[in-house]
């Protein structure tokens, strides 16, 4: 299984990059305070989606933002950067939730990638990752 290697060591609080990983766009994004507790303050019984949908914590973790965000590093997300609703790619820090708006049908994520309005009927999927130190990023 091939995985990259991704120097986030640029990048500052409210950055977000888009990387390649088996062909498909992963988003890395440092959140802002805001956008951290703006996802906490959301009951996970009021989201569309209740489960984290992240493999490296295992499945069926409830979708809080902890269980979103990288481990131990809560600023930090990184997600499949395609709409779980027929595959087009969401705009970033736009649509109602702040998070990702996805222009195909209008679907509208939070600032964790969960799914709070429109088709798309699951949170954006995590890919398997590690910090492999402060700013590194192992995707894969
Ligand atoms: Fe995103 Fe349809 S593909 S809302």
């Given at each position: 299984?091939a995985s990259v290697e991704v ?10 990059i888009t990387i390649m990983w088996r062909g498909k766009p992963v988003f890395i ?51 499949i950067g395609i ?6 790619v ?37 890919p ?11 995707v894969g």
């Amino acid at each position: 299984m091939a995985s990259v290697e991704v120097d986030v060591s640029s990048m500052n609080v409210g950055d977000s990059i888009t990387i390649m990983w088996r062909g498909k766009p992963v988003f890395i994004r440092r959140r802002t305070d805001a956008e951290v507790e703006a996802a906490k303050e959301t009951p996970v019984a009021d989201l569309p989606d209740p489960l984290a949908r992240n493999p490296n914590i295992g499945s069926d973790e409830p979708a809080t933002d902890a269980n979103r965000a990288a481990v131990d590093r809560e600023p930090w997300l990184v997600m499949i950067g395609i709409c779980t609703h027929l595959g087009c790619v969401p705009l970033g820090q736009q649509g109602a939730f702040g998070g990702w708006f996805c222009p195909c049908h209008g679907s509208t994520y939070d600032t964790a990638g969960r799914i709070r309005s429109g088709p798309a009927p699951a949170n954006l999927d995590i890919p398997p990752y590690t910090f492999a130190s402060d700013t590194t990023i192992v995707v894969g």
